[in-house]
């Protein structure tokens, strides 16, 4: 699995930042290892002038085999915050996704035969 590390002119990116945003991903969705490609991170400060509460970024973007992108975003107070709570995200939706995937793969249509009558008609009928 590839995992892309983007940021933008307000974050300071460093090894250390990268090595933290790999971390919390693979920590994360290991499990997922084999249906996933790739995953993009994008990091951003929001309001860097300002220093608001909750104007850190992250968005990741997961790309699965045979399957539309998943994308989810957070915002927290702090940079490692927004991360961890997106890994965290990124996990229930792709959770949600594959498992998904995996229901409608192992499910089979009921066998329908023409020749069996169902029990609702033959309980209509009577020979009195």
């Known amino acids: 699995m590839e995992i892309n590390v983007n940021t933008d002119n307000t974050i300071d990116r460093h090894q250390g930042l990268d090595e933290r945003v790999r971390s919390a991903v693979e920590s994360s969705i290991s499990r997922f290892g084999e249906h996933i490609r790739r995953v993009d991170v994008h990091l951003s400060n929001e309001n860097s002038q300002k220093h608001a509460d909750g104007s850190n970024y992250c968005m990741m973007e997961a ?3 045979g399957y539309a992108p998943v994308v989810v975003h957070a915002h927290a107070d702090n940079l490692h915050l927004s991360i961890s709570n ?6 229930r939706a792709l959770d949600s996704a594959l498992g998904r995937l995996n229901d409608k793969k192992l499910r089979e249509p009921a066998p329908m035969s023409a020749d069996v009558e169902p029990e609702a008609d033959k309980n209509l009928t009577s020979n009195s």
């Open 63 to 65: 790309r699965v085999s």
């Open 86 to 91: 997106a890994a965290d995200k990124l996990k």
